[in-house]
């Protein structure tokens, strides 16, 4: 499927997805919003994709936030009654069950910032710059900059950056926790790929429930958490890759994995 403000290639099991309005710094308007729920939808449900890695194309932005073109002119109203942005989570995040990782070159600011952080994990390259600068246009995040970045980094830096709307570069980004790994920018997508080809590479129903299980820890209290952690490992032991997993290890070779 050919897209206009995407594209989408399958590298074996890894599904790449790159945001392409590189003049518009990848700016995400209600297109891009479209073609990334059809693409998500697309890899979630093709059995032989076990990992999705989403970029920015060009050298300087992997998305400089909601298309502010686009809302410019845009009756209140409207945004009320379309519940504007409620697509992202409802249909990205919560419709992606299967592991996604987000390859952040350049600028990730407001809806950019925001959709990096929909991921599982960030990658950034040493040149990314994260922000949430809506407050300068007089509005406040509104696709989860407030409530995931507050969880990612604390209370002191999310409201430092929303307030002020300064950007946080990689190498803060990493000691703050929003990202997992900085790579020098000529390396970032192939450590993103060689991160998407390991995961592709585990036992599809274990990754799933492995992220199932973290984002549980955002969700409800520990004690619920650890049942519920408890009850997806006791699940996952009924599982035929289950008895292959240990089996393999037994036998010093690598799992053969069924997704069953
Ligand atoms: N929406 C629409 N177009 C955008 C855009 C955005 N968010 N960000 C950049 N662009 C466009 C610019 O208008 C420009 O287009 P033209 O050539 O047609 O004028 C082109 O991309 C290149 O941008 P700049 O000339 O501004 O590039 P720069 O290098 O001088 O600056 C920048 C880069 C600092 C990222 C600057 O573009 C910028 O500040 N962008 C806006 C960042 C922002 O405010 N993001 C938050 C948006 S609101 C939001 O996201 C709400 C939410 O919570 C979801």
Redesign the pocket.
């Known amino acids: 499927m050919s897209y206009e403000t995407i594209l989408v290639e399958q590298k074996g099991a890894v599904t790449l997805i790159t945001l392409n309005r590189p ?3 990848n ?3 209600s297109t891009v919003l479209a073609e990334l729920i059809d693409a998500f939808a697309a890899y979630q449900a093709d059995k032989a994709q076990r990992c999705a890695v989403i970029t920015g194309s060009g050298d ?2 992997f ?9 410019a002119d845009k009756p209140g109203a409207e945004f009320y009654s379309e519940d504007f ?1 409620a697509g ?1 989570t409802s249909q990205l995040v919560k419709s992606t069950r299967k592991p996604w990782i987000a390859a952040v070159n350049g ?1 990730a ?6 959709l990096s952080m929909m991921a599982d994990f960030i990658i950034a390259s040493e040149n990314a710059k994260f ?4 407050i ?2 007089a ?7 407030s409530q995931r970045l507050t969880r990612a980094v604390g209370k002191a830096k999310a409201m430092d950056m929303c307030l002020t ?1 300064r950007l946080m570069g990689a190498e803060e980004a990493e000691r703050a926790g929003l990202v997992s790994r900085v790579v020098p920018a000529d390396k970032l997508m192939e450590e993103a790929l060689k991160a998407a080809e390991t995961i592709a590479a585990m036992p599809p129903l274990a990754a799933m429930m492995n992220k199932e299980m973290v984002n549980i820890a955002f969700e409800t209290t520990l004690d619920t958490g650890l049942l519920m952690e408890r009850r997806m490992f006791q699940v996952l032991t009924a599982t035929e890759d289950k008895a292959e997993g240990m089996k393999a290890f037994i036998e010093k070779r690598p799992g053969n994995w069924q997704g069953k």
């Open positions: 003049q518009a710094l700016a995400l308007n300087k932005a998305a400089a936030g909601a298309d502010i073109k686009e809302m942005f992202w600028f600011l407001g809806g950019g910032c925001e922000g949430q600068p809506e300068k246009l509005v406040a995040p509104g696709m989860g900059g709307g």
